[in-house]
């Protein structure tokens, strides 16, 4: 059967001795910046881009995959011990984790949220293993209308499943586009906004943005926050869930997972997305639902394991379409594109190796996060004592070398310390940057697909209609945005949001 | 960073192996080099500076690092390396892009008279492809050019951008024949190929290493190249040279330095090009990247040059080229 062959490939990619050990430093990083509030995955994948350049192309996207899933079980570490949550996915673990945590059951807590996410991950997988190939091989005949359609569901999407106010997240995708349009218009060859200044005309940088919007502005938010930790002295106590414990929390795990994995592969959706639907599932479907927020240990298991599931699968529509769905996949689809590789759908079958590799040395550092996780515990905990005011400057430095590197230039030191700048006001503002960053990249694919389907049309906007896929695809963007105002489904988005 | 310093300290080795016997009284560099490549890692120039650069250290006796400078389509490298110190330090990697930018861009202040030569190092030509099982599958080139000539406009040309290599090509064969293409710009080689097995553009002009695997697979046809040997690849496509057409803006590779560098060390580092284009190790790694193996030695280089701008010059003319702003 293929399935087996394509597993039996990616087996030899990915257990060779180099990528173990590349996939085991990426989760250890991914659980190291989980645990410590302040970072993210996408910084620090941003930071450490420009250092894969040395490296062969699979073995930095097993790497960098490895630090995006790492960071959703270091994320709900410190979110169960310290109700002090790593990742904005792992917000909801401060719930029932650390209602757990201060009952006693710290070691429960974490144990049930490792083995639901490392059972959530295997889903994820095979899913992502099962269905990834039937759509790309289906993406192959899309044209460049159907790619402006389902570009369009993307970006509606990415406002719709924001935080914050819709206004809010639609100034932000316009803003985002506007970035996107910096640089040589592909069409006329004519530069756009870039004042004279020759480093612009290839467009600002994926990683300036991304590093200035996210690393330095982060950093700034929490200099200003005063640094106060409490380590929790309470005892772990004991790891191992009983038997009876884990059948009860067993149907909340599938149910993330099957969540998890349906709502990563979504355009715009994500982990803290899965994570907040899966909670609000568990309590709807609950016995006594007024349990939840007590240590109610099917509130952890159902969004950890949604959230990893989910971490999974968001991989597939980068990986079928070349279309990312949030800012890690387009941090990963950056990194595709400086080996000289086009994410789309020729991924599959053009560099088998690199895919099926990819996939299985997801579930292998699903493993590792397992065990790395659990009889380590005690070690990662400690590593919150680390004062800020050591690890910022250090992180500070990183993000300056990686900026420099890329195309070795000053010049985009000096536009990501303006987008940091920019960042901040963000910040103040309570504007999530996230829809600006997936515009700033969907945004010229967008252009540049729409401006190719009038040319291919001949100037005939009627094609978008006549063309059943790009019609379909159209329509649901524009449901889902009469959706998202509308006033009743925007006080349950209000509602899904609140706990962040 | 880290394949700088491995890599270096190989050569290191290297070098104390074989800088001894090798002839003394050369220009050999005192220190490590710098080989700046006008465009980011990955993708064909870059794998081409790679693949010399080591093979390069061998002969040169010192460490070679690549400097990608991707900024500005090129323009920013093109200006570093014409103002390099002429010391032998700072060597460039161009491509025919030198001497056409000046047509094609506004403010584009180099041109072939801006630089030493040490020789060339490469050439890709364009391939005429379309998709196997399209409206033009079944056709050779000549029935293609005839359909058309029939409907002008109705077979779309997918090209990378505004006057690349790819467009002049699409310009060279309309001239040349008296076809007419619907010319649809798409950014990169690689999109191109996506776009013409989804039936969005019927034509494009493609270097071989960008179509290799689909047309091993069957799914794209090679109707015609514009070089002016056989391809590697496909020996059995012909040139549009062959066919009595003037198709023939192959690109190529050469390296560089500043103008007013002293010729003993020009003449050094044509000697250090020279042993690494004869190199079995380096032959066999340009077929393995799919790049066209070609060298000639400075004097020549400057024959290639010299006709490669009055070639893009007669044409950016003719076809009336609108410098973009830089």
Sequence with gaps: MDFVSNIALGLAVAVTPWNILYCFAGVTLGTLIGILPGIGPLATMAMLLPATYALDPTSALIMLAGIYYGAQYGGSTSAILLRLPGESSAVVATLDGYAMAQKG????????????????????????????????????SFGAAEYFALMVVGLVAAIVLSSGPILKSFGMLILGLLFGLVGADINSGIDRFTFGVPQLSGGISFVVVALGLFGITEILGNLERSETRRLVSARIGRLLPRLAELRSVMPAILRGSGLGSLLGILPGGGVTMAAFASYTMEKRVAAQPERFGQGAPEGLAGPESANNAAAQTSFIPLLTLGIPSNGVMAMMMSAMLIHNIQPGPQIISGTPDLFWGLVVSMWIGNLMLVILNLPMIGIWVRLLLVPYRFLFPAILLFCCIGLYSVQNDVTDIYLAVICAALGYVFLKLRCDPVPLLLAFIIGPMLEENLRR???????????????????????????????????????????????? | ???????????????????????????????????????????????????????????????????????????????????????????????????????????????????????????????????????????????????????????????????????????????????????????????????????????????????????????????????????????????????????????????????????????????????AMNDPALKEGYANAGIGYAYRNAEDTIELVNEAEAAYRSISEAAGVQKASQ
């Design chain 1, 105 to 140: 059951q710290a070691g429960v807590a974490l144990a049930i949220a490792a083995i639901g996410s490392l059972i959530a991950g295997t889903f994820g997988t095979l899913v992502l293993a099962a269905f990834a190939p039937a759509l790309a091989n289906f993406a192959i």
């Design chain 1, 453 to 500: 389907a009038m040319l291919l049309a001949r100037g005939d906007f009627g094609m978008l209609l006549t063309r059943p896929l790009t019609a379909s695809l159209l329509a649901l963007a524009l449901i889902l945005l009469v959706m998202a105002v509308l006033p009743k489904i925007r006080r349950t988005r209000k509602v899904a949001f609140q706990e962040e």
């Design chain 2, 1 to 275: 960073m880290f394949r700088h310093i491995l890599s270096g300290s190989a050569a290191l080795v290297a070098a104390v192996a074989i800088a001894l016997p090798a002839v003394a009284q050369e220009w050999r560099p005192s220190r490590p080099v710098d080989l700046i490549v006008p465009s980011g890692a990955g993708g064909g120039h870059d794998n081409n500076a790679r693949l010399l650069g080591a093979i390069m250290e061998k002969y040169a006796g010192q460490p070679i690092n690549i400097i990608n400078q991707p900024a500005g389509g090129g323009v920013v490298a093109y200006r570093e390396m014409r103002d390099a110190e002429p010391d032998g330090h700072k060597i460039g990697q161009v491509s025919v892009s030198i001497v056409s930018d000046q047509f094609r861009i506004e403010g584009v202040d180099y041109n072939k008279d801006s630089y030493a030569y040490i020789g060339q190092i490469s050439a890709d030509q364009n391939v005429l492809v379309v998709a196997a099982n399209g409206p033009y599958g079944e056709m050779d080139v000549t029935q293609f050019i005839e359909a058309a000539k029939a409907e002008p406009q109705a077979i779309a040309f997918g090209v990378s951008g505004n006057w690349t290599n790819h467009d002049y090509t699409r310009y060279q064969i309309e001239q040349a024949t008296g076809a007419q293409f619907l010319r649809v710009p798409i950014k990169g080689g690689a999109q191109i190929v996506l776009s013409l097995l989804s039936g969005d553009v019927q034509a494009g002009a493609l270097y071989p290493s960008e179509i290799k695997a689909q047309v091993d697979a069957g799914q794209l046809k090679p109707l015609a190249h514009n070089g002016s040997e056989p391809l590697a690849a496909w020996p059995d496509v012909p040139s549009f040279s062959s066919l009595g057409l003037e198709v023939n803006l192959a690109i190529w590779r050469a390296l560089v330095m500043p103008k007013d560098t002293p010729e003993e060390i020009r003449k050094g580092w044509e000697s250090i090009l020279e042993q």
